[in-house]
């Protein structure tokens, strides 16, 4: 499982690397708790990050369909890191239609109410890490910029752990 998720991430920087023009990497970040999702939105944001929100699971699908459809004219997705538990959608039915259809990109999850049995599932279908509520943000920072490579930061954060 390992294996993909190294190639996910490999895939991911390749693509970004492909325009002749620098690109900021793109984060497609889905959450229905709207603080949670504005805080690390604007942390990503501060970390040179373009990033695309979703209130929920179906929003968070509909916004992969559309990028899919546009990746010709555009690039495509870097990472994808969504809540878990969402109205419509959960973060786990998202994950396992993106890998039914062939979708590689590297997905990180989040999630306040998590078990060994939701971690597990997880890693089986792919995910390169989930992060449990309450978590250090640099500690989730770090996991991004793992998978998204460097980037400019806009200007030093000061965040410290992110409490739900």
Known sequence: MRDAQSKQVAMAHARRMAHPEPQRPRVLLADDDP?????????????????????????????????????????????????????GRTGLNALANLRRDDWATPVLLITAFGDRQTDQEADRLGAIGVFHKPFDLDDFRTAVLNVVGPVARREPSGHGAYAS
């Open 35 to 87: 603080e949670v999702r504005g805080m690390l939105a604007a942390v990503l944001r501060q970390d040179g990050m373009d990033v695309i929100e979703a209130r929920d699971g179906i929003e968070l699908l509909e916004l992969i369909a559309d990028e899919i459809l546009a990746e010709r004219e555009k690039p495509g997705i870097d990472l994808v890191v969504s809540d878990i538990r969402m109205p």
